[in-house]
């Protein structure tokens, strides 16, 4: 782990984790959970199945409110309820199990939707303000410069579009562009969703283990574009139960185990070492 | 009297014009109530059904919780016989307006009415939508109301069509009782036919009201389901046939 450690110690943090726990009523699903993310990290997250792993992946962007700890991102503790949770999660991005992707919206129309809606929201409200400005103006003597509007509400369009397109070119989908997602295979939609989040430029990517509902023959498409998107030094947290793929694409593996990590380390110290024994009964367990 | 003699009864009355006029005057009004009635029951239903399955944190949803509750309640737990006469005779004269037409009296204890219910049936609705299609918006950094607007209702109302259709239908058929308010409806319109001249022949013309409100029915049984075809036929495929067809000419 020291080794690996040194190299990424060098790199910002990007997400802090401070003492995370959980509880549903008296079930206590997580018991303290501290972890810190490196930008260019790829965490995996393993565990046998109830330990917490999905809900901690939750906790990170707050679909699951933590019943204490604190989430530090960008300065701020999201698990604080004060803060703008909708602004950060626009630079968290996520990828479901079941994919989500929105069934009454095309898959352009998915892609596009939440970065068209918040560039337009924002022009929006800067419009609002010059307006104001400009009322203000008329009784001023030192003129208030207006805000500057970069682009207008076409070139918004018509970049986040653009970029959609891209986006589909990279996965080879450009031709579904304009079909609904329910003529998309499971893996294509997978796709199409791992590019979704993509198209926010998040800071960090969580994956809920994203090929657990797939077919075993789509499997590996999805998988090959998630390992592509870390090749381009993606931060990413993926709760996975493929340890090909885990040991193949992770910087640190961590083993959860009843709401607390069990073990943690590099992919080879995990897998071909452990040294707590329920993590040595896991592994038995699956390999 | 045997059926025929009432049949000329009744086609001596219809003779006269004004009848003729007044059958198109009630049938207008009674789609118009119910159509409008309808809308802005859709609209509030929606709002209400919203607060209903909002999260409960924060102080003012609860209190806008509470205050849905009690709307649903009043408005379900009483017959729009009783909402109408109380609309039109107690709280109208109560803040002292006058001149107020008594179909727009009617269409908004309509819209109130069917708010009540309809908010039940988008809260149904809103359940029925995949809890995912809510988080992967919420995930995306989309606020509570676009996740809702953008995705989860549009999903809502194409599950809660066919019951929606019904909510009208019930509608369409309680106009009837508008003729407590003074409101010519289609009852009343036909009422008025049959106590004509002071010959008090109700068959015939009750039982072509009943007609009619049948071939209503069916004719909004029938536009449902052509909504819900479109609806279908979106969730299939995107491309119209006309762009294919045009696709394929290129080609």
Redesign the interface.
Known sequence: MNEQAIIQDENEIVLDVYGITKSFSDNHVLNGIDLTVRKGEVIVILGPSGCGKSTFLRCL?C?EDPTSGEIIFDGENLAD?KVDI?????????V?Q?????????VLKNIT??PT??ALKELRAKKIKNFFIKIGNFFRKNKKELLIIEKTKKEIIKESNDNAYALLRRIGLEDKA???P??LSGGQKQRV?II??LA?NPKVMLFDEPTSALDPEMVGEVLNLIKEVADDGMTMVIVTHEMGFAREVATRVIFMDEGVIGEQGTPSEVFDNPQNPRTKQFFNAIL | MNLAVKWQIFVSKMASEEYIILIFKGLKTTVKIAVFGLIIGIIIGTLVATVKVAPK?KLIVRILDKICAAYTAFFRGTPMVVQLLFAYYVILPLLGIKGVDAEIVGIITFGLNSGAYVSEIMRGGITSV?K??F?????????YG?AMI??VI??AI?NIMPTLGNEFITLIKETSVLSFITVTDLFKAFKTIAEANRNYEYLIPYTILGLIYIVLVLIITLLVRIIEKIFAK??????SPKKKAKEKVNS
């Not at chain 2, 988080?135 to 606020?143: I, M, N, T, V």
């Not at chain 2, 979106?234 to 491309?239: L, Q």
């Open positions: 962007n679909l309820m909708n602004k950060h999660r626009r630079k968290i991005g996520m479901f079941n994919f989500n992707l929105f069934n009454n919206k095309t939707l939440a809606h918040i304009n079909e609904y329910s003529t969703a979704r989040a926010m | 944190y995949d995912g299609q988080e992967a918006a919420r995930a995306l950094g989309l606020g676009t953008k995705i549009p999903q194409k979106s969730d299939r495929k995107a491309e």
